[in-house]
């Protein structure tokens, strides 16, 4: 098959032929129709997850058709199109039976764990746990943009926080997972907020149900900037992009007893940022991590999609080959533009 691949981190991915996968007798082998290219895979790349081993294939956000199957997979048979979560549960330990397979303890991440979808085929184990039924009304590159930022979104909005209408929430960062994070909460009832350093993509925000937005390099104190439009502070706030600058003014922007989400991903020299613990205690804050989303949630998220009332696809900017997602990889820290990159030609 044709493969991203790097020996090395922070050493130019080449394009190579690798040998095809096969399938664990759990496990199911995908052609890869489309998959996203997510700012976690420059971590990876980076040498920011431990769990990468090299050599590596990266890749995780991913949509396709089952060409394989294990001898002991019973829910999906060769020709079904499927997506599956980022994080996919063993299906045996005690988290994975109470449904939160997303921290099970024995997870399964392609692209992390294992070699994941940049590539033409990508083999996925615990199949009967985590794969997901696509409709056919759902192509392959807006499936492919759910896997990650727009489900592990969904879980951070819906579940975690436990947005409902007519709550303020604050957005910070307005890329892939900020967008969807918007989308979903406008979707729910609630009012969003989007802040970012960039006017492209707080227009783009707007576009997206935000009903404010704020250029964090134009205003002296961002969370005074949140409190000043939601009249006392958000209910709700993500901190969507993973720095100790947004992470701090994400729980500083909060009302009494409201509800910070760390979706961004806080690792390397950002792994253990400050935070105003005296407001945390003082207010009754509730912070919560959000880390993908159960295969069997996705249902509710297809359901919303179905209806009308989210449209994952409008977050898709650019369609690229495999060739072309070396480049998007190694500048993912410094990428500009809006929307998401989705590779759909190997």
Same mark, same amino acid.
């Given at each position: ?41 420059? =971590? ?31 829910? #999906? ?34 692209? #992390? ?21 696509? &409709? ?25 926080? %436990? ?8 957005? =910070? ?61 958000? =209910? ?39 935070? &105003? ?19 069997? %949630? ?19 900017? %650019? ?28």
């Amino acid at each position: 098959m044709k493969a991203m691949f790097y020996d090395a981190f922070e050493k130019a991915p080449e394009i190579r032929t690798l040998a095809d996968p096969t399938p664990t007798e759990d496990g199911v082998v995908i052609a890869v129709g489309a998959t996203g290219l997510c700012r976690s895979d420059w =971590h990876g790349w980076m040498g920011h997850d431990p769990d990468i081993k090299l050599p590596h294939v990266p890749g995780h956000e991913l949509a396709g058709k089952v060409v394989a199957t294990g001898k002991g997979v019973v829910r #999906f048979k060769v020709g079904d199109r499927v997506t599956v979560p980022f994080v996919s549960g063993c299906g045996h330990c005690g988290e994975c039976h109470s449904g939160n397979q997303q921290v099970c303890p024995n997870q399964f991440q392609p692209g #992390f764990t294992h070699w994941g979808s940049f590539a033409e085929y990508v083999a996925i184990e615990y199949a009967d746990t985590n794969l997901v039924h696509l &409709p056919d009304s759902i192509d392959d590159a807006t499936a492919a943009s759910l896997g990650c930022r727009f489900a592990t979104s969904f879980r951070a909005v819906a579940d975690q926080a %436990r947005t409902g209408p007519g709550e303020w929430i604050a957005v =910070h960062g307005c890329g892939g997972v900020g967008l969807s994070a918007i989308m979903i909460a406008t979707a729910l009832g609630a009012n969003a907020v989007g802040i970012d350093l960039s006017d492209e993509k707080l227009a783009f925000a707007r576009e997206c149900g935000a009903a404010a937005t704020i250029n964090a390099s134009r205003v002296a104190d961002v969370a005074e900037a949140v409190r000043e439009i939601t009249k006392g502070g958000a =209910h709700v706030s993500i901190d969507a992009l993973g720095h100790p600058v947004t992470c701090f003014n994400s729980i500083k922007n909060l009302r009494r007893r409201g509800r910070h989400v760390q979706i961004g991903l806080m690792l390397g020299e950002h792994a253990t940022p400050q935070i &105003p613990m005296a407001q945390v205690i003082g207010h009754e804050l509730e912070i919560y991590g959000s880390h993908g989303m159960q295969a069997w %949630r996705y249902d509710a998220m297809l359901s919303m999609l179905a209806a009308g009332k989210i449209a994952p696809q409008k977050l898709i900017g %650019r369609r690229i080959t495999l060739e072309e997602a070396i480049p998007g990889l190694m500048t993912m820290d410094r990428a500009e533009g809006i929307g998401i990159s989705v590779i759909t030609q190997f």
